[in-house]
């Protein structure tokens, strides 16, 4: 097998959306404090901070992506109440960031894949967002990201 900067060749992908990691979604219900700990533990920032959707939302700077860490707003309703009670804290998602995410979904629905959202929606920090049901990834809620 050739490789090309110690990656296989079978691992290229077939689409032309260009992704790289962005982001790993965290449910939590202290993102103050977590936000402390991880900016301790990893040298990372808050580089933007909103509420959305219900959630509180901070995304911390890690270099070459970020962490995500949403909290839910008082009796809010959605997913990430939901997963919190089901599961507790943790990782929710992963996202990757791609500048062509219709073109990103479109190889994802060629691929197989059922995507959760058909059409990009708005998402958090002003970037369209759409997802993919985790029974076609692996048991892995992936996000893609518009920017
Ligand atoms: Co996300």
């Known amino acids: 097998m050739r490789r090309r900067g110690g990656r296989r060749d079978y ?31 990893f040298d990372a ?12 939302v901070a995304f911390l700077d890690l270099g070459n992506g ?3 860490l949403l909290e839910p707003l008082p009796d809010a309703d959605g997913a990430i ?36 959202d058909e059409e990009p929606r708005p998402g958090a920090w002003g970037h369209d967002v759409a997802f993919l049901h985790p029974a076609s990834t692996g048991g892995v809620l992936v996000e893609f990201v518009e920017h």
Do not use: K, Q, W
């Open 45 to 56: 920032s808050v580089a933007h901070e909103e509420e959305f959707d219900g959630l509180r």
């Open 66 to 68: 970020y962490l995500e």
């Open 81 to 116: 109440p939901r997963y919190l009670d089901e599961h507790g804290p943790g990782i929710h998602h992963l996202a990757l960031r791609t500048a062509d995410i219709e073109t990103a979904l479109d190889a994802a629905r060629e691929a197989g894949v059922d995507p959760v």
């Open 11 to 41: 691992y290229r992908p077939t689409n032309t959306a260009d992704m790289e990691f962005d982001h790993a979604g965290i449910a939590t219900d202290d993102l103050d404090g977590l936000a402390d700990r991880y900016g301790t533990l």
